[in-house]
């Protein structure tokens, strides 16, 4: 800072031997680029996981293997009427389930605009009457159907691992060795291991000596 001017210096970074002509490379900075990507394809890790368990329960309830609607949305709120029907309103299970689908809906607008928004960069330069150097906060904002959000580098990495976290608890649900670290009782655990190994069209996952551990804490 110098007579009230801030220099601030934002790096990106293109390889000229690789660039094409045109270029329009994501007007952030490299190091927002990371948190975006790992959103992005970590959700997309999450969907596999439900969309095999949504499946699973298609099938074991006899339902039209072409009722499953296309909206994210929608496909919520379908896997939790068959799973309700199936799995019965008051079980460990079903109550465990509509917790992520809660989860989920939540994450579900955020990583929309993160994955087919339009992104602008901010700067803001806050200087306190006591302070020497001033605070500088960049921040990229996603826009997309008359919806926008701002993120700065910590949120972006914070809904991250709130997105891996939700991909986490889905994979209990859906992979049978996975569903051993459930929250649930051990009976409930075995139905829906059985249910998992008799349903799933392509298990996500063989054996696995240690699977990971996640709370809805």
């Given at each position: 800072?110098?007579?009230?001017?801030v220099s601030i210096g934002i790096q990106t970074?293109?390889?000229?031997?690789?660039?094409?002509?045109?270029?329009?490379?994501?007007?952030?900075?490299?190091?927002?680029?990371?948190?975006?990507?790992?959103?992005?394809?970590?959700?997309?890790?999450?969907?596999?996981?439900?969309?095999?368990?949504?499946?699973?329960?298609?099938?074991?309830?006899?339902?039209?293997?072409?009722?499953?609607?296309?909206?994210?949305?929608?496909?919520?709120?379908?896997?939790?009427?068959?799973?309700?029907?199936?799995?019965?309103?008051?079980?460990?299970?079903?109550?465990?389930?509509?917790?992520?689908?809660?989860?989920?809906?939540?994450?579900?607008?955020?990583?929309?605009?993160?994955a087919h928004g339009h992104y602008h960069l901010?700067?803001?330069?806050?200087?306190?009457?006591?302070?020497?150097?001033?605070?500088?906060?960049?921040?990229?904002?996603?826009?997309?159907?008359?919806?926008?959000?701002?993120?700065?580098?910590?949120?972006?990495?914070?809904?991250?691992?709130?997105?891996?976290?939700?991909?986490?608890?889905?994979?209990?649900?859906?992979?049978?060795?996975?569903?051993?670290?459930?929250?649930?009782?051990?009976?409930?655990?075995?139905?829906?291991?059985?249910?998992?190994?008799?349903n799933l069209s392509h298990p996500m996952f063989?054996?696995?000596?240690?699977?990971?551990?996640?709370?809805?804490?």
């Amino acid at each position: 800072s110098d007579g009230g001017q801030v220099s601030i210096g934002i790096q990106t970074t293109t390889d000229i031997r690789r660039a094409k002509t045109p270029h329009a490379p994501l007007p952030i900075p490299d190091r927002f680029c990371a948190p975006v990507g790992r959103i992005v394809a970590t959700w997309g890790q999450f969907e596999s996981s439900f969309d095999a368990f949504h499946d699973a329960v298609v099938k074991a309830s006899q339902a039209d293997p072409h009722s499953k609607p296309p909206s994210f949305r929608r496909r919520r709120q379908h896997l939790l009427k068959l799973a309700r029907d199936y799995f019965g309103r008051s079980s460990g299970l079903f109550q465990h389930l509509k917790k992520i689908v809660a989860i989920a809906a939540s994450l579900h607008k955020p990583r929309n605009l993160i994955a087919h928004g339009h992104y602008h960069l901010f700067i803001n330069v806050k200087k306190a009457a006591d302070e020497l150097t001033p605070s500088v906060t960049i921040r990229m904002a996603a826009e997309g159907k008359g919806a926008r959000l701002e993120f700065d580098y910590e949120q972006l990495e914070r809904l991250y691992y709130d997105v891996a976290n939700l991909s986490g608890l889905m994979n209990q649900m859906a992979v049978p060795d996975y569903a051993a670290a459930l929250p649930l009782p051990s009976h409930e655990i075995s139905l829906l291991q059985g249910f998992l190994n008799s349903n799933l069209s392509h298990p996500m996952f063989s054996t696995l000596e240690d699977p990971p551990r996640s709370s809805l804490s």
